[in-house]
């Protein structure tokens, strides 16, 4: 499956940002989706999932309470809202699908996994 994620940017922290993650073809009722992300040195870690059949969602500790996951099954996208951004949101940021249920519901720290799309890039500076 090949995914198109867009809406990075250089952000102050406190600012927001919405990310999406287009994906043709894919049948988002169906399908777990998850967002990832990937800071310079270290592996992708789970952000964010959404469950297909019954659109339930799941963050990791750092981005609960200011990260939402969503999606529009007419637009095969998903979105993931970014608020209060920190400095340590700074990472490329990935969807992938299919996913578990399991490994949707507890995100791993480490997700490691062949072909990644080219992500989008949020840094959080002032």
């Known amino acids: 499956l090949q995914f198109v994620e867009s809406g990075g940017g250089l952000v102050q922290p406190g600012g927001s940002l919405r990310l999406s993650c287009a994906a043709p073809g894919l049948n988002l009722d169906y399908t777990n989706v998850g967002w990832f992300r990937q800071a310079p040195g270290t592996e992708h870690a789970g952000v964010s999932c959404i469950l297909g059949a019954d659109g339930s969602t799941y963050y990791s500790d750092p981005v609960k309470g200011r990260f939402t996951i969503s999606k529009d099954s007419a637009k095969n996208t998903v979105y993931l809202e970014m608020n209060n951004l920190k400095p340590e949101d700074t990472a490329s940021y990935y969807c992938?699908?299919?996913?578990?249920?399991?490994?949707?519901?507890?995100?791993?720290?480490?997700?490691?996994?062949?072909?990644w799309g080219p992500g989008t890039q949020v840094t959080v500076s002032s």
């Open positions: 992938a699908a299919p996913l578990a249920r399991t490994l949707c519901i507890s995100l791993p720290k480490v997700y490691i996994r062949d072909n």
